[in-house]
């Protein structure tokens, strides 16, 4: 993606030619997400009209209107169609998917998550009957998430159990039944026709596909032979909280049309939500933010203050009071972890509350030196040090590291201004005190 978007940029209006080449990253990017081929084709199409003729904002770059429009054509798609569940009480839910993909967890989950929000009383039926262990799972679970729970264990008519199941949960009061049946390591006409059978007899409101966020570019299929069969109501994606960056989602919403209605986002029966569209959209495009970082920056950084502190870089005159103005600044743009996401490439960083901290602390020493103390770091001799350690609640050591990272920072200054580029290189390296890796793990000044 981020390739995608340095072909655009610099142009001031996207046209045809210019576009043609970033979409064609655009495509590679989805299918490298396990986007299938022909919704990966479909989309960019769609992303073209988008933008064509779309005059270049002024205030962002042409790549990043680009990946605004390619998001918010993502969220579009992705989010079509309602995610509420039918009204009707008692609400009957079959949940089916491929073996593995979650449905057994899915069904706790569900029954929690309506609970919480609903107020139903829920009952869960085992229909999976070929595998003992799976009506064990789906007691344990009814038992952790406080619902009903209904089986037969030597019967192997799945309709009628799931007949009486119902009988069973209405006799109990409970107005949200939920059958989990059956999986397959692929899609066989025996299940199909067992979950068809089942949904004949028992008229259910809603019926789940539960699909496992990593499947590939299968996914089409067995969304459509399940579409086709049992008519989905919505789609389940489980295991978002793994790596895949789940295209699955777009190309089963894409081919059938079934809006995607719940997440599952971890083990636990509470790992469960509505799904989100926006939240998918990035986790496909596997960048940032990029636009609502242009945003946020804009709002908060006085763009004056900003022009005055890089001329001053430029001309390394530098001193700890700009330091400090930038360091302020930062603050005001929100917490540190939440920008740095939003940077593309960075999403995996982690900045937690530990670099928080250290921002805090750095700020704390800036603030007590006296102005000319700021202005010229060079008279900070061992008595000023050990006032602005106690003055700031830190030791001497930190202040120490403190001033020997600024002066390196301003030598990188001098040489940038010099264009010894190989000296800055080293410098760098020895500012950021970690040979490459993440440029926030071991940074001295937060
Ligand atoms: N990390 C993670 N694991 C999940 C999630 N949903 C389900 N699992 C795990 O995936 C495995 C399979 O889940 P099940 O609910 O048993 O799947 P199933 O579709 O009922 O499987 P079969 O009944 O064998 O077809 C279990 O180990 C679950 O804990 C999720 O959202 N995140
Ligand atoms: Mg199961």
Redesign the pocket.
């Known amino acids: 993606m981020s390739q995608a978007l340095r072909r655009l940029r610099g142009v001031d209006k996207i046209s045809e030619s210019n576009i043609a080449e970033a979409l064609a990253e655009v495509r590679t990017a989805l299918l490298s997400a396990d986007v299938h081929f022909r919704v990966a084709r479909e989309f960019c199409e769609r992303v073209r009209e988008a933008c064509l003729g779309q005059a270049v904002l002024a205030s962002v770059t042409p790549g990043q209107q680009a990946v605004k429009i390619i998001h918010d054509e993502l969220v579009k798609l992705l989010g079509a169609g309602t995610q509420e569940l039918s009204p009707v009480r008692p609400l009957c839910v079959m949940m089916v998917?491929l073996?593995?993909?979650?449905?057994?967890?899915?069904s706790a989950k569900l029954a929690k998550f309506l609970t919480k929000r609903g107020n139903y009383k829920p009952c869960l039926v085992a229909c999976?009957i070929y595998r003992p262990a799976?009506i064990d799972?789906l007691e344990t679970l009814a038992g952790t998430v406080g619902a009903k729970f209904y089986c037969e264990r030597d019967c192997k008519d799945v309709p009628a159990i799931a007949e009486r199941g119902l009988k069973f949960a209405l006799e109990n009061f409970c107005d949200l039944v939920i059958f989990?049946t059956?999986?397959r390591l692929q899609i066989d006409e025996a299940l199909i026709d067992e979950i068809k059978r089942l949904r004949e007899r028992v008229a259910m409101q809603e019926v789940l596909l539960?699909a496992d966020a990593a499947l590939g570019q299968e996914a089409v299929n067995v969304a459509k032979r399940f579409h086709e069969a049992v008519n989905l109501t919505g789609l389940v994606m489980?295991?978002?909280?793994?790596d895949a960056r789940g295209g699955a989602a777009l190309s089963m919403k894409t081919i059938t049309g079934v809006p995607v209605k719940f997440m599952?986002?971890?083990?636990k029966v509470e790992?469960f939500d509505f799904f989100h569209a926006d939240r998918m959209a990035q986790r496909i495009l596997g960048m940032g933010d990029v636009v609502s970082l242009v945003e946020k920056a804009q709002e908060n950084i006085d763009a004056a203050e900003a022009a005055r502190l890089a001329a001053k870089m430029k001309k390394a005159d530098f001193d700890l009071e700009d330091f400090l103005a930038q360091l302020r600044q930062m603050k005001k743009m929100g917490p540190l972890g939440g920008i740095v996401k939003m940077l593309p490439g960075m999403s995996g960083v982690e900045v937690g509350e530990k670099e928080e901290k250290k921002m805090v602390r750095t700020e704390a020493i800036i603030l007590s030196m006296t102005r000319e103390e700021r202005a010229k770091p060079e008279i900070l001799n061992g008595s000023r040090r050990a006032r602005i350690a106690a003055g700031s609640g830190t030791k001497v050591a930190d202040v120490n590291a403190l001033i020997k990272q600024f002066s390196q920072m301003r030598q990188m200054m001098k040489m940038l201004k010099g264009g010894k580029a190989k000296n800055i290189m080293r410098s760098l390296g020895a500012m950021r005190g970690n040979a490459g890796g993440n440029p926030f793990g071991r940074g001295r000044f937060f």
Do not use: N
């Not at 599952?264 to 083990?267: A, D, K, N, S």
């Open positions: 998917g073996h593995g993909s979650g449905k057994t967890t899915s999976d799976a799972q989990d059956a999986g539960v489980t295991k978002l909280d793994g599952g986002t971890g083990e790992d």
